[in-house]
C-alpha cells in the first residue's frame, strides 16, 4: 500500500479498536481520515482496489460526527465488526498493491525515451493493409538527471495496454488499471550521461502477446551499470500497440497458430520470427544513424561494436535466429526460448557467438516437448554455449517484471512458488554476469563457479 492508503487505514483501524468509550480526539479519526483519503485521491491517485476502504471512511465519519452530539458509541460488537470488515478492505490494496520497481544497484542513474520506427523497406505482413513495417521501442541509458526531470511511467498509454493484458489473462478488463500508476527509476527523456566512454548495446525482443515495458526492471538495472537498452515492441505480435498518434495495433492471433499440433506450425511461426529478427536489424540501423547525428542524444555514445541480444520466449527465439544471422550481434542470451519459429538452418548450425540460456522450471521439466526436442539440437550445434541452467518453483512468466505485480501471482498462476525478490536477483545476476563477461570482458563469478551460487539453480546438460 501507498503512504497515504497505509495512513487513512490506520486511523480508521485505531478509531475501530480504541476502548469505549472513546475521547473526542479518537472519535474524530474518521474525519481526519476522510481527509486523507481527498489528498490521497489527488496525489496518489484513484485504484479500484481501494473503493471498499473509500465506503467505509465515508460511513464511518458520518456515524462518528452524528455520535459527537450524545454521549453514546457505538457498541463494542458493532465496532469489532467493523474492524473486521476493514481488515477485509485492507487486505485487497496489499495483495494487489501498486507495484515497485526496484531501484537500480550501477553507479549510472537512468533515462528513458521511445521512438517510433517506420521500415518503409519492409512491407507490414498482419495489418491487412499495404503499409511498411511500423512498431515502438523504449530505451532506457545511464543518465545525467536534473531536478526537474520527471519519473518515467512503466507504461505509456496504460489504459490500452492494461484492457489488452487483462484479457489476455482471462480477468476482468479493468482488473491492472491500477498499473497505469506505476513509476519507474528512470526519468523520461533525461540527458546521457556526460562523458568520454561510449556504451555497448542491448536489444530485448518480448514473447507472444508480450510487450515492451515487460522486463523494465531488468533494462533498468542494466542500463545502470552503463548499457543501452532498445526494447522492441514488435507489433501485432505483441499483446497490443499504441503509437503516438493514437494508433492501436492489437495482437493479431493469425500471425501464430493457436494449435501446437498445427502441420503449418513451424512455417508460419518462423515467417513470424523472421520479422522480429528484421526489427532488430533495422533498430540497429537506424541507431548506427543515430549515433552520427549531432542532434541525437546518442551522438557518439553508442559502442556499435559491443552489440548483445536477449529476449523471453518467442523473442528468445527472434534473439537467436537474428544473433546468427546479423553479424552484428556479439553475444545471445535466451529466457525459456521458444525454439518452434528459429529456422531449420539455424537449428542445425547453431550460433558461434556466446550464448547462455535460463529455463523455468515448468518449461524444463516438459523434457519431451518438441521445443526441448528442438533446443536440445541446437545447443549441440552451438559452439560458444557458457552454459543452460534451470531456476527451481518458477514459470514462465517469472523472466518478466510478473514477479512484482502481485504477492498473489502465483496463486493466479501467473509465476511460481518461487518469491519474487529471489526470482529478480537470480535472474539478474545471471543476465548482468553474462553481458559484463561477453561485451565489457570482465571476468565472471557466478560462469567461473559453474552457477554454484544459487541453491535453487540446477545446471542442465
Not at 203 to 213: D, E, P, R
Not at 230 to 239: D, E, K, L
Not at 304 to 323: D, N, W
Amino acid at each position: 500500500m501507498r503512504l497515504l492508503e497505509v495512513i487513512d487505514s490506520i486511523l480508521l483501524t485505531l478509531y475501530l479498536l480504541w476502548p469505549h468509550p472513546r475521547p473526542i480526539a479518537i472519535r474524530l479519526f474518521p474525519s481526519a481520515a476522510l481527509m486523507i483519503a481527498l489528498i490521497h485521491l489527488l496525489v496518489e491517485k484513484y485504484r479500484w482496489q481501494m473503493i471498499p476502504i473509500y465506503i467505509l471512511t465515508g460511513l464511518l465519519t458520518l456515524a462518528s460526527l452524528e455520535k459527537m452530539a450524545v454521549p453514546t458509541d457505538w457498541s463494542s460488537p458493532a465496532s469489532y465488526m467493523m474492524a473486521f470488515l476493514l481488515a477485509l478492505s485492507i487486505a485487497l490494496p496489499i495483495l494487489l498493491p501498486v507495484p515497485i520497481i526496484p531501484t537500480s544497484s550501477g553507479k549510472y542513474k537512468v533515462g528513458s525515451t521511445s521512438y517510433e520506427m517506420i521500415d518503409v523497406t519492409r512491407k507490414e505482413i498482419y495489418s491487412g493493409k499495404d503499409e511498411p513495417r511500423r512498431f515502438m521501442v523504449q530505451i532506457w541509458y545511464p543518465a545525467d538527471v536534473k531536478s526537474t526531470d520527471k519519473s518515467s511511467p512503466w507504461i505509456t498509454k496504460a489504459d490500452v495496454y492494461m484492457s489488452a493484458i487483462s484479457t489476455f489473462i482471462e480477468l476482468p478488463g479493468f482488473f491492472l488499471d491500477h498499473l497505469k500508476l506505476v513509476k519507474t527509476p528512470a526519468y523520461e527523456d533525461a540527458a546521457i550521461v556526460n562523458a568520454d566512454e561510449t556504451f555497448p548495446v542491448i536489444l530485448f525482443s518480448h514473447g507472444w502477446n508480450g510487450f515492451y515495458a515487460q522486463n523494465t526492471g531488468q533494462a533498468i538495472e542494466l542500463a545502470s551499470r552503463g548499457y543501452v537498452v532498445i526494447s522492441i515492441q514488435h507489433t501485432y505480435g505483441a499483446v497490443t500497440t499504441v503509437f503516438p498518434d493514437d494508433t492501436i495495433a492489437p495482437n493479431n492471433p493469425e500471425a501464430l497458430p493457436t494449435n501446437p499440433e498445427d502441420p503449418d506450425y513451424e512455417i508460419v511461426a518462423r515467417k513470424l520470427v523472421n520479422q522480429w529478427a528484421g526489427d532488430m536489424s533495422f533498430v540497429l540501423d537506424q541507431f548506427q544513424r543515430l549515433n552520427s547525428e549531432g542532434d541525437s542524444i546518442f551522438f557518439q555514445k553508442l559502442n556499435l561494436e559491443r552489440i548483445g541480444v536477449y529476449g523471453h520466449s518467442t523473442g528468445a527465439g527472434a534473439a537467436i535466429q537474428f544473433c546468427a544471422t546479423d553479424s552484428r550481434c556479439k553475444a545471445v542470451l535466451g529466457m525459456d526460448p521458444f525454439m518452434r519459429p528459429v529456422s531449420a538452418e539455424v537449428i542445425r548450425s547453431g550460433v558461434s557467438k556466446p550464448c547462455f540460456f535460463m529455463f523455468s522450471e515448468l518449461w524444463a521439466e516438459d523434457q519431451k516437448s518438441r521445443n526441448n526436442i528442438l533446443f536440445h539440437e541446437f545447443r549441440a550445434n552451438a559452439i560458444n554455449n557458457k552454459g543452460v541452467i534451470e531456476i527451481s518453483n518458477t514459470k514462465h512468466f517469472d523472466f518478466s517484471d510478473v514477479p512484482l505485480l502481485s504477492p498473489i501471482a502465483s496463486l493466479l498462476g501467473l509465476k511460481g512458488s518461487l518469491k519474487g525478490k529471489r526470482v529478480i536477483k537470480i535472474v539478474n545476476s545471471y543476465l548482468l554476469d553474462f553481458f559484463e563477461m561477453t561485451l565489457h570482458d570482465k571476468p565472471s563469478v557466478l560462469f567461473g563457479r559453474a552457477f554454484s551460487d544459487f541453491l535453487e539453480v540446477k545446471v542442465l546438460q
